[in-house]
């Protein structure tokens, strides 16, 4: 009853257009930064969510990139793989180690005939995605185990045993098979015997455990002595972390491409979020500008009236809560607005690519809901302040 | 709550000698709760800027104004609203009603501003007892400067006080129409326990008043 009576003597006379007009940009500008926020979200969702989470893509191989200049000099230094292990994206660093003597592996049966020429790599086991129970060795164990990339045997069903007129071989069959490994040694040949026992998808090498690479570098090395790596395997949180793929650039490294590959697409995200999200600040800004400057002409179109209630006994509290009350409930609206249509559009867009196998949550983020919050709270300070600001010059 | 004045003089009266004689300005005076004060006062002697200053409107004196021993100066804005809504209630010479509000809602804004103290039935009582009940829907602007004075007084005593400070506020009404406006307020002010300071340019037998002061 006040209020109505308040808002009789304290009228919009700044016009209702120019009201309307500082409403849309309001609108405008709360869209565009709720919808960075939740475009952002969204991203580090299909990042990080176990649903669409590629277990390869968080362990990287990672070498020089062979030019003319470090033929010969292929290994990395302790330096570099320290300077490496310092980098933020990077949680840890496993070694890969070559083998320094030559090997060969044959079969044991006429029916099933081969001989090849072949070279190990070793790597820490917590690097490894297949743990097979029968992964160890020492002088006296039966037989090698060796990992065998999945990659060598499909290229083996899918074209070598059909050009070669083969049996084709499922994992489990390839796992039975025992083998000759055969090593030069400086006093003849040594053999022993090999066996598969697991397959593996992230590392593209013929992996023994490191006690027998150790073992056998040590003693059968051709070269001088070295424990240098050629490659090292890193786990990261996210292969896709540009700052990842500039730092391979630039110290002349690199990696499977197809791992970085959500890098581009972060790009792309990073730069739809800042150009949203700079526009929709911007926005707000002038938005707000625009709001004092609504507030103040009102204040002062009802200078006369405003006296005059305070002379009746007015607190300033009181005309203080009454201007808010004018001023700030439309916002509210704006952002209850916002949050619906990016709702909305949450909800569509998860059924759309529900469709196509990536999976997003069907309601919005509680970063949303917490963005626009924080916006009504940063309207609600800045009319508060500009409010008492001119009650004070007017009185 | 009582008035106390110190050596108070309004900043433009300062150098004019005729005011030696006034019992007020450069005086020391106390005015009591519950005491009804005519205060005497020829024009140009300053009659509303003493009301202004006692209100709070006017800081341009030299002196003090203590309420209580709190020197008025010191009060915030806070301070001061709640002393114009719970212990002072005024009627000004220019009566200061919003000019595009009914009389009613001129009346009503001061009853809301106390929420609780009056009903919105005791308006219209008091409309009627002073005969403006058939103007309450007018804008205050188009009413007579009498019913206007009418309408101040009914508005001063929508709220709770202590004093009740008036600057000639009967110098549009008849005698008739003064004698029911200053019944209607004694009773007010008995009803209350408050006191009550009335400036006007010459004697009058209005109210009972203990003290008749000169400015």
Known sequence: ?395 | MEISLQSLIPAPLKDRPQHAQSQIWRNNCMFHQGEWIKIQAPSGTGKTSFQHILYGIRHDYEGTVLYNHQNLKDFDEDALSKLRQEQLSVIFQDLKLFGNLTALENIELKRLLSPGYRSAESIQEMAILLGIDGILHQPAAICSYGEQQRIAIIRALMQPFEWLIMDEPFSHLDNANIQKAAALISSECKSRGAGLIITDLEADNHFNYQRVLYL
């Open chain 1, 1 to 395: 009853m006040l209020n109505k009576l308040l808002s009789k003597l304290i009228k919009n006379s700044a016009g209702k257009t120019r009201f309307l007009m500082a409403l849309v940009g309001m609108s405008i500008a709360i869209f565009l930064i709720l919808s960075a926020v939740q475009l952002q979200v969204n991203y580090y969702q299909l990042l990080h969510a176990k649903d669409n989470q590629d277990s390869i893509a968080n362990f990287l191989v990672v070498n020089k990139i062979m030019t003319d200049q470090n033929i010969g000099s292929s290994s990395l230094s302790e330096e570099q793989i320290k300077d490496i292990q310092a980098q933020p994206f990077v949680e840890s660093v496993g070694n890969l180690i070559p083998s320094r003597f030559k090997a060969a592996i044959q079969s044991n049966s006429q029916r099933f005939p081969f001989y090849t020429d072949i070279a190990f790599e070793s790597v820490p086991s917590e690097f490894l995605d297949v743990t097979p129970k029968d992964w160890s060795w020492n002088e006296q164990s039966n037989y090698l185990p060796i990992i065998v990339p999945n990659q060598f045997l499909d290229i083996y069903n899918f074209q070598f045993s059909i050009s070669q007129n083969l049996p084709q071989l499922t994992p489990t069959v390839v796992k039975m098979l025992v083998f000759k490994v055969t090593i030069q040694t400086a006093a003849g040949p040594l053999s022993m015997n090999g066996r598969v026992v697991g397959l593996s998808n992230r590392i593209s090498s013929m992996l023994v455990p490191e006690t027998f690479m150790e073992w056998a570098n040590k003693r059968f090395a051709n070269g001088p002595e070295s424990n240098a790596s050629s490659r090292v395997v890193i786990r990261t949180k996210d292969p896709g972390n540009p700052l990842l793929v500039k730092y391979l650039k630039e110290n002349g490294l690199t990696t499977d491409a197809d791992k970085t590959r959500f890098s581009k697409y972060r790009q792309v995200v990073d730069f739809v979020v800042n150009i949203s999200g700079t526009t929709g600040v911007l926005l707000l800004a002038f938005a707000l500008l625009i709001f004092t400057l609504f507030i103040q002409l009102t204040i002062a179109s009802c200078k006369d009236e405003i006296a005059l209630l305070v002379l009746m006994g007015s607190s300033p509290k009181q005309l203080k809560r009454f201007l808010m009350l004018r001023f700030f409930p439309p916002n509210i609206w704006i952002a209850l607005i916002g949050l619906i249509l990016i709702s909305v559009t949450q909800y569509w867009l998860c059924h759309f690519l529900a469709a196509k196998q990536i999976f997003l949550s069907p309601i919005i983020s509680g970063y949303t809901l917490l963005a626009a919050i924080s916006i009504l709270i940063v309207i609600a300070i800045v009319n508060t302040q500009s409010i008492g600001k001119w009650l004070k010059q007017k009185n």
